[in-house]
Nanobody
């Protein structure tokens, strides 16, 4: 049973920073993609940043230059460093692990950017 546990969300002022972490446990296929998605009420969940097991990254246009995704394969963790946060970054952020054996999601963590 694969589980993803997120941490690091919270309330931050515009221009501030937060770091989200996601720890994976269970039997995980070595070749996989991990990523962060976000969702606001009434809208579809959108991809924010992805990273393959080989370290290739992709970012949603609005977060390029502000967010950085990283992973530690030995520790089975993926992190999202979010800088220069804007009110429009407010959302529930979800961790995702996509492998040939399955598609797994974390429970989500709230990020609120407000003064």
């Amino acid at each position: 049973q694969v589980q993803l546990v997120e941490s690091g969300g919270g309330l931050v002022q515009p221009g501030g920073s937060l770091r989200l972490s996601c720890a994976a446990s269970g039997s995980i296929f070595s070749s996989n993609t991990m990523g962060w998605y976000r969702q606001v009420p009434g809208k579809s969940r959108e991809s924010v940043a992805l990273i393959t097991s080989g370290g290739i990254t992709t970012y949603e246009d609005s977060v390029k230059g502000r967010f950085t995704i990283s992973r530690d394969n030995a520790k089975r963790t993926v992190c999202l460093q979010m800088n220069s946060l804007k009110p429009e970054d407010t959302a529930v952020y979800y961790c995702r692990l996509l492998t040939l054996r399955g598609d797994y999601w974390g429970q989500g963590t709230q990020v609120t950017v407000s003064s």
